[in-house]
């Protein structure tokens, strides 16, 4: 027995195929079920709106980016690779499995199964000017990320933002080695921290205002902002200097006088502010975990009756110095 097929049904199948023909091809494809997170290292926060990733460094400086991409789905992504939009060459990239040797940051990551992450640790050179906006890309078919090519596959961004600051006082960036780091001297003071090690974040910032976190006296040179780390708590004690001109000093300000104040902003102590104790000597401690040491820095203005370093007064010296040793990074402040 032959069954026609009415007519309105014939009709109703040619707009259902036809419908399918004219979806595009990318429509017809299911979004990979991924996750990307960045970490950078020194980084700043909260960043501002659509910007997933920020931080404030010296031009030229080094940063560290952690780059994680997640299979968070059902099925597996054939094919991953990661790129980004930072002219030139990474510094390093770990592991370097699937990662180009030279040019710009192109990393084939393999296939993701479900529940699995592929990670890759990318340190980068800034370059010159005052700000920097670039973003990393995750996409399925190979393609640069400074290209635009987001249509040859389904394409994940995360944005970032850093500030390029090349101020007198502030030194920043994620350091190689555990050389010391100082400040232009602007505002009357340097600071200089010798770091408890390389491969970190640091960052120091001096601000001109007249703020004691211990409110136990007269603040004295700049309020000094330090990063080292995130907040990291070391096992021994890391040394920061304040080289205060003299010039901003009380003329008749003695040794006897100084104080330090650390304002932590991390750890156990987040929010508590110090006095720190005088050290037993110019040296790092060995039975408490901070504490300061204030001298002159010379050369003499004047001849001490004394004769002796230590001697004299505020008008007598070009500087004071105060050595800071402590565990973790926080505000620091001198005072009297």
Known sequence: MIRMVHRSGV?????LLLGALLVPAASLANTPGWQMSVVATPADAPCGAGIDFCGTVNPSAYVRF????????????SKAFLTD???????????STGCNSTGQLLCSLGALK??????????QQMPTGISLDFRFEVNTAGVSGSDGGTSHGDTLKENGHFVLDNGADFVGGYILTNGDLSTGGAGGQST???????????TIREVNNSVNPCNNGTAIGQLVELNVADGTIFATPFKTVLNI????LPPELALSQVKLCH????????GTAEALPLCASDAAPTTVPACFWPKWGG??????????VAGGDADDWTSLIIDVWDVQNGNIRGGF
Do not use: W
């Open 114 to 123: 479900p529940g699995t992450h592929a990670t890759r640790t990318i340190i």
């Open 299 to 308: 050369p003499a203005v004047v001849e001490h009756e004394s004769h002796e």
């Open 66 to 77: 952690v780059v994680t991409v997640t299979n968070a789905g059902k099925s597996t992504i």
């Open 245 to 248: 001109a003299s010039g901003g």
């Open 11 to 15: 009709a109703l199948l040619a707009s």
């Open 263 to 270: 304002l932590y902003d991390s750890g156990p102590k987040n």
């Open 192 to 202: 200089t921290l010798t770091p408890p090690s390389g491969g970190i974040g640091v």
């Open 85 to 95: 939009t930072i002219a030139g060459a990474p510094l390093s990239v770990t592991p």
